[in-house]
């Protein structure tokens, strides 16, 4: 059974840093594309930051990008999300999440529907 679980959320200042972990087991990480998303209250799930399955071709959105890094530990099935400089609207619960296919050269997924493994989501509040 594939299971992905996030860690590292908490209350942070704006201005502040977090470090999110999602660790995975079930499924050999180097061979699926991994991303992060967010959910506001009363919003969308959106795109945050994601990566190919070698971790050699990143993307992220443009709210967060300078700010934010993904990055990832195959060896470990571990990826993490780097948030620097946080701001009001970056207060969200936070997913992992792993693509519905294998992972295939540099194309790094984006949307929601590529994705078919999600985690439970973990709480990041930032506060002025």
């Known amino acids: 059974q594939v299971q992905l679980v996030e860690s590292g959320g908490g209350l942070v200042q704006a201005g502040g840093s977090l470090r999110l972990s999602c660790s995975a087991s079930g499924r050999t990480f180097g061979n699926y594309a991994m991303g992060w998303f967010r959910q506001a209250p009363g919003k969308e799930r959106e795109f945050v930051a994601g990566m190919n399955g070698s971790g050699g071709n990143t993307h992220y959105a443009d709210f967060v990008k300078g700010r934010f890094t993904i990055s990832g530990d195959n060896a470990k099935n571990l990826v993490f999300l780097q948030m620097n400089s946080l701001r009001l609207e970056d207060t969200a619960v936070y997913y992992c999440?792993?693509?519905?296919?294998?992972?295939?050269?540099?194309?790094?997924?984006?949307?929601?529907?590529?994705?078919?493994?999600w985690g439970q989501g973990t709480q990041v509040t930032v506060s002025s």
């Open positions: 999440a792993s693509s519905a296919y294998r992972s295939i050269g540099s194309y790094t997924p984006t949307t929601r529907n590529e994705y078919a493994l």
